[in-house]
């Protein structure tokens, strides 16, 4: 079904707001993705002999005290996540009070997300009619080590611990409109985001937040289930210099990251009247699920159920894609098989019109965060497409010449009027989407 025929209303993207090791902020994130800077080390938060991967793009966290109801600030000159900067007194008590180390971690990241995203699109919640204001936010695990501690489950499922986090996050800032929390691994930003498209699209909201966050790192096991080979196919290469290498020929799979992103869509009426940037306009998805036959196994037929359906409703024909700079802003797991059968899908989807996509994956530089690494994706493309830049993929040096023959972009970004662009995300346990972004013209 075409689903642009049930209604007319457009879909826009006004704000970003990234959380990650390689950047805090719109700024900072992206100078490190258009640079290919990278933060990869070993992992510091707990001892990792026992595995067979020691490393990880860790973000630096700082926690505050609470000293007289107010919360001590981090040292001057702190690059990392700040708590202090986003998260209120009140708030930060309860979660502090499950007394679990690095417990609330996923909190944190959303409700900074969020607010860093509001802040990007000028948002202003007190000129809002707040039950027309929706959040759609993911998070597959939560803060599981949250619940190791000794409080009810009720009291965790309120700040988010077992991932409600849209909940967290209109709990922070009083949103009364839809609520509607999702999981799909490493898929969840996107799916998300198609909930939020349709909310808007559909007239039942005008504003959405919208992303995900991992924080799996915070706790070592979810480290712990990834680097089991029959599980989760992580590089045991610990190569600091190249630690991922989408669609190279010496990959060896993928690298933790961790953090968190948010986007603010919009009805484009909506975000006009208020003199909103538009970085995007969402103008399609496809979305499917392929039985995994393991937790992290993929498949080719997912993705091209997914792109093929995206492909449809977004008005991407021979002749669109013909007189179009697409940019492909893939999964790129850095795995030996997802690189492989994702780069095939996109050929036999897109047929000779693929041999002219710019195709990368930021993977590289921020590594796998998980249920965030869309999140992070999206907002990279949205920026691409304001700036016309596609970023490089980081880590690769020569092509597998088992992928298919595309135009990868390596070493260095790349300059572009690009017109579109297509993201693709699938997820551990088979959830397959692709999202298309177009440069917004009026």
Known sequence: MDIRNTVNRRVVITGIGPISPVGIGKHDFWESIKHGVTNFREVTRYPVDKFKTKIAAEMDVFVPELVDGKLTKAPEGFKGLDVSKFVNPKTFRKIENFGVERGGWSIYYAIASAKLAMEDSGLDLSKENMERVGVTYAAASGDAQLIRGSKPVFELTQYGALGGLSGTIAYEYGIEGTGIPSAG???????????????????????????????????????????????????????????????????????LGEGAGALILEDLEHAKARGANIY??????????????????????????????????????????????????????????????????????????????????????????????????????????????????????????????LDYVRDEYRNADIDYVIKNASGFCGPYITTVLKRYTA
């Open 185 to 255: 691994a490493c898929a969840s930003a996107s799916i998300s985001m198609r909930s939020a498209y349709l909310e808007i699209m559909s007239g039942a909201q005008d504003v959405v937040i919208t992303g995900a966050c991992s924080a799996g790192l915070a706790w070592s096991g979810f480290f712990e289930c990834c680097d089991e080979p029959a599980q989760g196919p992580m590089s045991q290469q610990n190569d600091l210099e190249r630690p991922m290498k989408p669609f190279d020929k010496d990959r060896g799979g993928f690298i």
């Open 280 to 405: 995007a306009e969402v103008v399609g998805f496809g979305h499917s699920t392929d039985t995994a036959t393991h937790l992290a196994d993929v498949s080719k037929p997912g993705y091209i159920r997914a792109m093929r359906l995206a492909r449809e409703n977004s008005g991407l024909t021979d002749e669109v894609l013909a007189s179009s700079t697409v940019y492909m802003n893939t999964h790129g797991t850095s795995t030996r098989k997802n690189d492989v059968l994702e780069s095939h899908a996109i050929a036999e989807v897109f047929g000779d019109s693929s041999k002219k996509f710019l195709v990368n994956s930021i993977k590289g530089t921020t590594g796998h965060a998980q249920e965030a690494a869309s999140a992070h994706e999206l907002i990279s493309a949205c920026i691409s497409l304001q700036e016309g830049v596609v970023p490089p993929t980081v880590g690769l040096k020569e092509v597998d010449p088992e992928c298919a023959d």
